[in-house]
């Protein structure tokens, strides 16, 4: 048996799955669906034609460096390792580093960038946290094993588990996570600036300044729920995509985020995004350590630069200032807007990842891997940014994205 | 035809079947669409039929799904698992580097056109 394997598939990264065979213990079926057999790319590819690894990894840097400013693009399902390399090729080739936060919590990081965050882990969740909040979350099919190994029912140091626990869900429909909750209030798409807002009048003391209804909430429903966050001994607010991706973005996360401010004035609260990937923390953390920056990085001058906006990759494929790309273990393909998707399949594509995905379908070079967590070993940093080193536990024949990566570097310097 | 608000998201399906995207595992868990029952009569639609969201970013044709137990969303609000489907009409730029995925108004009519396969849709 294989013990403290780590789930490579969603931001929980659950370390206590144990391996006896194909079985693994723990799982949640999600998990145990990455964990699954499937299909694989079999060979390395150019133009659909098979080719051997050396021919891929030549091609790659002779697009590559004939480009004037290649996108490199993905990243939240690899290990640290690869993504510093990365992050390195990024650099030599004067390209732009992006990743997938771009297209999910990055409002999250310009918002901790203006107003810090007050943070702490998933342990202190499970060990304290008496009032529990999902805003904008959907745990039970995002993150399955959250509620039970962390938040909602987990048994800690300071508690004994669900019945210690008042959990509140926010969000704009029903989700099967509303049924874990104590108080579930409905609120209206694109509102959450507003009720964030009117929920720290109420806690500033300025009830009288909130209006009847917000966001589909009646005021007493409002002071009900700012009531309900007060009386927390040690409360956690953690937030999803219903907040980063609607109207209003990383000024949603900012209110959120003086709500918790607001809220540490009177008892201890923290606050959690709710990350997608196993390792989207690390694509932003690594090339924060190497260059300064989480995403949206730009090296054509020579330096590292950051502009959201610009240098997203979304914006600056629709711009149609990339003209080659490589995307490492991501699909872009099936998650980037319609139009952007558009301009992938005008321009050559790198790919980089174990399975066969959208973006495999219009990519020029492919280049299989080993996948991470199972047949590639390395380091990778949870939601919370407790890094974890995840195992191989079976051999395979397929090279890892870090071999692949130091190739590519040492081709492109050469 | 109906207004309507309409919001991404994961499913337990979707992940699922994240690793497999050109299997039909992975078509049948994003190219559908969920509303409100009220919403569902307007239209004059059951569950299995095919609708087509529409805006000023794209169309996309899906088929309708009776959300399981109490969970249809509000009136006049669409689910759509995230993937290439829900990605013709959402993602609005607003300058912040991420697309709005989620809250964007579109228009829903009963109709007869074909659900593309997820290829299809990509190669379009
Ligand atoms: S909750 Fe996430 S990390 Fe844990 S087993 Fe399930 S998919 Fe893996």
Sequence with gaps: ?414 | MIEVVVITGRTTDQGMTIDEKLSEAYMKAVSFCEMNEKDMEKLGVKDGDRVLIKNELGEVVLYVKKPEMDLQPPEGIVFIPMGPYANRIVGILNGSGTPQYKGVKATVEKTDRAVLSVEEIIME
Excluded at chain 1, 90 to 117: F, R, W
Excluded at chain 1, 148 to 161: C, D, K, N, P
Excluded at chain 1, 257 to 265: A, M
Excluded at chain 1, 353 to 366: G, R, S
């Design chain 1, 1 to 414: 048996m294989i013990k403290d394997v780590v789930c490579t598939f969603c931001g929980n990264a659950c370390d206590d799955i144990e391996f006896e065979g194909d079985y693994g213990r723990n799982l949640c079926p999600v998990g145990e669906a990455k964990f699954a057999r499937k299909e694989r790319i079999k060979t390395p590819m150019i133009n659909g034609k098979e080719v051997s690894y050396d021919e891929a990894i030549e091609k790659a840097a002779e697009i590559l460096k004939s480009s004037k400013r290649p996108l490199l693009y993905g990243w939240s399902s690899t290990v640290n390792e690869a993504i510093r390399l990365g992050v390195i090729i990024a650099e030599k080739l004067g390209g732009i580093y992006d990743q997938c936060s771009s297209v999910c919590h990055a409002p999250t990081t310009l918002a901790m960038i203006e107003q810090g965050i007050v943070g702490g882990t998933l342990g202190q969740a499970k060990n304290r946290a008496d009032v529990v909040v999902f805003w904008g979350c959907n745990p039970v099919e995002a993150h399955p094993r959250h509620p039970t190994r962390y938040s909602v029912m987990a048994r800690g140091f300071l508690t004994r588990g669900r019945s210690d626990r008042r959990v509140i869900v926010v969000d704009v429909r029903k989700t099967p996570t509303a049924y874990l909750a104590t108080d579930f209030y409905m609120i209206k798409p694109n509102s959450d600036f507003a009720i964030f807002t009117a929920l720290r009048s109420i806690v500033n003391g300025h009830e009288e300044a909130v209006p009847d209804r917000v966001g589909g909430l009646k005021k007493e429903e409002l002071i009900e729920l700012a009531k309900t966050l007060e009386s927390a001994k040690y409360g956690l607010v953690f937030f999803g995509l219903g907040v980063t991706h609607t109207r209003g973005h990383e000024r949603n996360v900012e209110a959120v985020i003086k709500l918790v401010q607001d809220l540490n004035k009177k008892t201890r609260y923290i606050l959690q995004p709710m990350r997608g990937h196993f390792n989207v923390v690390g694509s932003g953390e690594v090339p924060a350590w190497e260059v300064g920056f989480e995403y949206a990085i730009d090296f054509s001058r020579g330096y590292a630069r950051f502009s959201p906006g610009e240098f997203t990759a979304v914006e600056a494929l629709i711009r149609g200032d990339c003209d080659a790309a490589m995307i490492v273990a991501s699909d872009p393909v099936a998650h980037f807007p319609k139009k952007a998707v558009e301009r992938l399949k005008k321009i050559p594509v790198i790919q980089i990842d174990p399975h066969p995905n959208l973006t495999t379908k219009i990519a020029d070079v492919v280049i299989p891997t080993a996948i991470v967590g199972i047949e590639a070993e390395g380091t990778i940093y949870r939601m919370d940014g407790v890094p974890l080193r995840v195992k191989k536990i079976k051999d395979t024949n397929y090279p890892t994205d870090v071999e692949i990566m130091e190739k590519l570097l040492e081709k492109i310097v050469r």
